[in-house]
T-cell receptor, first 111, second 117 residues
């Protein structure tokens, strides 16, 4: 089964609200990454959290990692309409650089 | 830095023709490039891993003879979809890992949308 499963599949919120997306994975990892994809575009790397880290912040983004539960969450605070995009978690394979992506969460932020 | 470009951004072709897609790292050298395919409202599926100067490693289920990958230099990889058919219509995205640095982060191109009629 697919490494990196996410929920919810779709999330619709109002501007200013917080958005939380979750990702679960199955095998041991060295790190977990989150990417954003605007419709019809390539992916933008948001943040990487290592297996020995529990929480990481970058601007309005907060990522947590629970290796015991094999899960991660991405929190976007004070959301903006421009945050509307698909968000994917990704985990590297045993070779290091090969990434496996989750199914993604489609976030819609309504103005 | 770390910009990856793809060309063309979109292409429409007739069934049976071949289409070449280029992936370039503009301001860094990429030891490894990756090719993904993405169908509408789905995630990215890795097709192959391309290392400069060596044969690409294809994922299970991806036909090597149909999706030809060439990584001739540290800044260019090409994907050729041979004898394209309508089911090959998809969004193709490449990414690159930087040489000399940790390969944990990949830098993605903007994607190429292929429509086969």
């Amino acid at each position: 089964s697919q490494q990196g499963e996410e929920d919810p599949q779709a999330l619709s919120i109002q501007e200013g609200e917080n958005a939380t997306m979750n990702c679960s994975y199955k095998t041991s990892i060295n790190n977990l990454q989150w990417y954003r994809q605007n419709s019809g575009r390539g992916l933008v790397h948001l943040i990487l959290i290592r297996s020995n880290e529990r929480e990481k912040h970058s601007g309005r983004l907060r990522v947590t990692l629970d290796t015991s539960k094999k899960s991660s969450s991405l929190l976007i605070t004070a959301s903006r309409a421009a945050d509307t995009a698909s968000y994917f978690c990704a985990t590297p394979g045993t070779s290091g650089s090969r990434l496996t992506f989750g199914e993604g969460t489609q976030l819609t932020v309504n103005p | 830095g770390a910009v990856v470009s793809q060309h063309p951004s979109w292409v429409i072709c007739k069934s049976g023709t071949s289409v070449k897609i280029e992936c370039r790292s503009l301001d860094f050298q990429a030891t490894t490039m990756f090719w993904y395919r993405q169908f509408p409202k789905q995630s990215l599926m890795l097709m192959a891993t391309s290392n400069e100067g060596s044969k690409a490693t294809y994922e299970q289920g991806v036909e090597k003879d149909k999706f030809l990958i060439n990584h001739a230099s540290l800044t260019l990889s090409t994907l050729t979809v041979t004898s394209a058919h309508p089911e090959d219509s998809s969004f193709y995205i490449c990414s690159a890992s930087r040489q000399g640095l940790t390969q944990e982060t990949q830098y993605f191109g903007p994607g190429t949308r292929l429509l086969v009629l």
